[in-house]
T-cell receptor, first 112, second 115 residues
Framework: QKEVEQNSGPLSVPEGAIASLNCTYSDRVSQSFFWYRQYSGKSPELIMSIYSNGDKEDGRFTAQLNKASQYVSLLIRDSQPSDSATYLCAVEGVSGNTPLVFGKGTRLSVIA | DVKVTQSSRYLVKRTGEKVFLECVQDMDHENMFWYRQDPGLGLRLIYFSYDVKMKEKGDIPEGYSVSREKKERFSLILESASTNQTSMYLC??????????????FGPGTRLTVT
């Protein structure tokens, strides 16, 4: 059974700071990784995907992947109060065409 | 843009009623999924389907069934609703294929209350 672990938080950061969200996964052969943002009472929204070791940047978001350490992270630069949400990490399932395995999410609070 | 729609945002049903939750996607995705989400428990997969008329059990299928008669539509059925099925229900879709797991796109969710 694949496992995806995230610190539940809340992670509190001041406005303008860098928020760092972390995720570890159990299956070394996983190849696809995704970050979702979920506002309270809303559904998850895909914000980043990453497939190769290293960094991938999209605006204020950077996803980092280290397959050797089985670790994926999301950095949010210049954090804004509107970034306050729960961030879900999702990892490729056991084999092809199977559902993603989701972590339980980290709640981020950006303090103005 | 991928669009996944769900038939209701809020639903209140009585114990023992049969409940239908409908999900429609407009991107010709092969895969469709039903989850429930409860505080502290995260997303839990109920059922998924990778083709018309095909279904696979997820982690918590008990008390639920599904139907996929058309590619774009995936229905979740609560045969006899119980209070412990009060939850947020989320539908998602993705492309399919043997190459791996693909990004899933979620509908807005249905908050079901069973009294």
């Amino acid at each position: 059974q694949k496992e995806v672990e995230q610190n539940s938080g809340p992670l509190s950061v001041p406005e303008g700071a860098i928020a760092s969200l972390n995720c570890t996964y159990s299956d070394r052969v996983s190849q696809s990784f995704f970050w979702y943002r979920q506002y309270s009472g809303k559904s998850p929204e895909l914000i980043m995907s990453i497939y190769s070791n290293g960094d991938k940047e999209d605006g204020r978001f950077t996803a980092q992947l280290n397959k050797a350490s089985q670790y994926v992270s999301l950095l949010i630069r210049d954090s804004q109060p509107s970034d306050s949400a729960t961030y879900l990490c999702a990892v490729e399932g056991v084999s092809g065409n199977t559902p993603l395995v989701f972590g339980k999410g980290t709640r981020l609070s950006v303090i103005a | 843009d991928v669009k996944v729609t769900q038939s209701s945002r809020y639903l209140v049903k009585r114990t023992g009623e049969k409940v239908f939750l409908e999900c429609v996607q407009d991107m010709d995705h092969e895969n469709m999924f039903w989850y429930r989400q409860d505080p502290g428990l995260g997303l839990r997969l109920i059922y998924f389907s990778y083709d018309v008329k095909m279904k696979e059990k997820g982690d918590i299928p008990e008390g639920y069934s599904v139907s996929r008669e058309k590619k774009e539509r995936f229905s979740l059925i609560l045969e006899s609703a119980s209070t412990n099925q009060t939850s947020m229900y989320l539908c998602a879709s993705s492309i399919g294929g043997a190459g791996g797991s693909y990004e899933q796109y979620f509908g807005p969710g249905t908050r079901l209350t069973v009294t």
